[in-house]
């Protein structure tokens, strides 16, 4: 599992695909609030130059030129994503809005879209390890977002809330998230394989990158939004 750097015929080849068959994008601002702009698709590009969006619903405000973004494309059963600059938009021939991005300066990412559908509800968890009470344990990451994460473990604890944690996990795009924690949640489930359930609120060091993170969980919510879309 993992990713691989697109090299630049790679990546137009991709995107001619993307625009001629209509293919789902979302557009993730790199800011405090990490909007997210969906039902996005492939407007228009020029290598080397500039790259075009359509379908901005008409309720969402245009973001200000000059931000960071990515963008996420599912293609079939590949994903791609990669990091850009906001330009100022441009009025089709409709007089709908199209977002226009600065072309990648840096390598595009291709990822197998199976290793995205994973860490989320009614998903396929992630075996993690965890540190807690000087111990370190197995156990399933079952739910994973930009502000905390659902555990389950084999082995029946008794954890008192606001525990401290530590979160070693390696995702199936390769980021990795390793991160201190908080309890804010205890649960026991009879009967489960994985009785102990812990909802556990990430407490990120100021200095610490979350945006591979964030790149992950937004490849995911594209893919299950256009799977309920589809269903």
């Known amino acids: 599992m993992g ?16 625009r001629l068959t209509g293919a789902v994008a979302s557009l993730r601002l790199q800011t405090a609030s990490s909007r997210l702009l969906g039902d996005l698709r492939i407007h228009a590009f020029r290598p080397g130059s500039t790259l075009e969006l359509s379908g901005l619903h008409a309720r969402d405000a245009v973001p ?18 990669l990091e850009s600059l906001l330009l100022p938009p441009l009025l089709d021939d409709k007089g709908d809005t199209l977002l226009r991005l600065d072309w990648p ?21 992630l075996k993690v390890r965890v540190g ?6 197995d156990a399933l990451l079952v739910n994973l977002t930009e502000t905390g994460v659902g555990l389950a473990l084999e082995e029946a604890l008794i954890v008192d809330l606001h525990a401290p944690v530590e979160i070693d996990a390696k995702l199936p795009d390769g980021s990795v998230l390793h991160c201190p924690g908080e309890v804010r949640h205890l649960a026991y489930l009879e009967g489960q394989e994985y009785p102990t359930r812990l909802g556990v ?6 200095g610490m990158d979350f945006e591979p993170i964030r790149r992950f ?15």
């Open 3 to 18: 990713h691989s750097p697109l090299s630049a015929p790679v990546l137009e080849q991709f995107l001619i695909q993307a």
């Open 64 to 81: 200000a030129e000059g931000t960071p973004v990515t963008l996420t494309v599912l293609l079939g059963e590949e994903v791609l994503t």
């Open 105 to 125: 300066h840096e390598s595009a990412q291709l990822h197998r879209r199976r290793d995205m559908r994973v860490a989320a509800p009614d998903q396929s968890p």
């Open 132 to 137: 807690l009470g000087g111990r370190i344990l």
């Open 201 to 206: 609120v990430l407490l990120p060091s100021p």
């Open 217 to 231: 969980i937004q490849a995911r919510r594209t893919d299950r939004s256009q799977g309920f879309r589809q269903s």
